[in-house]
């Protein structure tokens, strides 16, 4: 009662503080302030590796936590059309995209240059033709690949050939990782994750953690109260 009649009264902190010890609940909530238009690119050590899923995982993930966010299909793979024709053929395609759960979806190589906090770029598997564009984009870089015996010779080569980059990320599925070092002798040197596998395109929580990390540059969380 002397605290809620003194001079400042009882504050928000205060009663949050209260509860949460004596009650166990917590009226505290995330919510996050981003740099502009940050870019993402991912490429591919292989087909079937992941990559257009890992990327849709992303810009779903940040969608949710309040970023603006585009996702451009930068690669001749096609697989957006088929992914609009499944899920979202309802919805208008207007300028070369179209929007779908708070995304922006482009076709064709088109990045859009204003209005958003973070563009994803899918590249497809890296090649001769993109490896420039991977290296040009200043940004977040990410190499997709994986650890299966037939896959680990295309992770290698294109440690290999991305040998001139100075910093990237590299995904890889939780697996066995036994035999990695014969392939990779400077694994330990480079930035590698571990990452659980994602049956869906559109699951923005799978992998929370390991996106929060990679994009801790240019995301501030903050802490706020709800009540």
Same mark, same amino acid.
């Given at each position: 009662? /002397?605290?809620?009649?003194?001079?400042?009264?009882?504050?928000?902190?205060?009663?949050?503080?209260?509860?949460?010890?004596?009650?166990?609940?917590?009226?505290? $909530?995330?919510?996050?302030?981003?740099?502009?238009? $940050?870019?993402?690119?991912?490429?591919?050590? *292989?087909?079937?590796?992941?990559?257009?899923?890992?990327?849709?995982? =992303?810009?779903?993930?940040? #969608?949710? &936590?309040?970023?603006? $966010?585009?996702?451009?299909?930068?690669?001749?793979?096609?697989?957006?059309?088929? &992914?609009? +024709?499944?899920?979202?053929?309802?919805?208008?395609?207007?300028?070369?995209?179209?929007?779908?759960?708070?995304?922006?979806?482009?076709?064709?190589?088109?990045?859009?240059?204003?209005?958003?906090?973070?563009?994803?770029?899918?590249?497809?598997? /890296?090649?001769?033709?993109? =490896?420039?564009?991977?290296?040009?984009?200043? %940004?977040?870089?990410? /190499?997709?690949? %994986?650890?299966?015996?037939? #896959?680990?010779?295309?992770?290698?080569?294109?440690?290999?050939?991305?040998?001139? =980059?100075?910093?990237?990320?590299?995904?890889?599925?939780?697996?066995? *990782?036994?035999?990695?070092?014969?392939?990779?002798?400077?694994? #330990?040197?480079?930035?590698?994750?571990? =990452?659980?596998?994602?049956?869906?395109?559109? +699951?923005?929580?799978?992998?929370?953690?390991?996106?929060?990390? /990679?994009?801790? #540059?240019?995301?501030?969380?903050?802490?706020?109260?709800?009540?």
């Amino acid at each position: 009662m /002397l605290l809620c009649i003194s001079p400042n009264g009882m504050t928000r902190e205060y009663i949050n503080a209260k509860i949460s010890s004596d009650y166990g609940f917590d009226f505290e $909530v995330d919510t996050y302030t981003f740099e502009k238009q $940050v870019k993402i690119a991912l490429v591919g050590s *292989m087909e079937r590796i992941g990559t257009t899923t890992t990327s849709m995982n =992303i810009a779903s993930y940040l #969608e949710s &936590i309040g970023g603006k $966010v585009s996702y451009t299909e930068a690669n001749n793979s096609n697989h957006l059309k088929d &992914i609009y +024709n499944i899920f979202f053929k309802d919805n208008i395609v207007k300028e070369n995209h179209f929007t779908a759960n708070g995304i922006d979806y482009f076709f064709n190589f088109n990045i859009p240059s204003t209005n958003y906090d973070f563009n994803i770029i899918d590249l497809g598997v /890296l090649t001769d033709a993109n =490896i420039n564009i991977f290296n040009a984009i200043e %940004g977040v870089k990410i /190499l997709c690949g %994986g650890v299966k015996p037939y #896959e680990i010779p295309s992770l290698s080569d294109s440690i290999e050939r991305l040998k001139d =980059i100075k910093q990237y990320h590299i995904l890889l599925p939780k697996g066995d *990782m036994l035999n990695i070092s014969n392939y990779i002798p400077d694994y #330990e040197n480079n930035m590698f994750h571990r =990452i659980e596998y994602s049956k869906s395109l559109f +699951n923005g929580d799978k992998n929370k953690k390991t996106w929060e990390l /990679l994009l801790s #540059e240019y995301i501030i969380k903050h802490k706020s109260l709800e009540i």
